[in-house]
């Protein structure tokens, strides 16, 4: 965990390194930059989501499938 310490430190380096004209700057490049990466993670999330739902519908029709062909088969070999 970071402390109230660190975050000082952090932030005389910031302003020491970037100036008081570019914090404003580099804070809307940095929000931005969250958001895009947050937004591309939501995006792969629903997609892996989606892929794993319909691979799962695929399993399911192929089981179904397959018990068909078998009852079909039990009822072939009876008759």
Known sequence: MIGWQEILLIALFVLLFFGAKRI???ARSLGKASHEFK???DELTKE???LMK????NADAKDTSKTDDKADS???SKA
């Open 54 to 57: 319909a691979a799962e519908k």
């Open 74 to 76: 039990e009822k072939n």
């Open 39 to 41: 937004k591309a993670k």
């Open 48 to 50: 892996t989501e989606d």
């Open 24 to 26: 404003p700057e580099i």
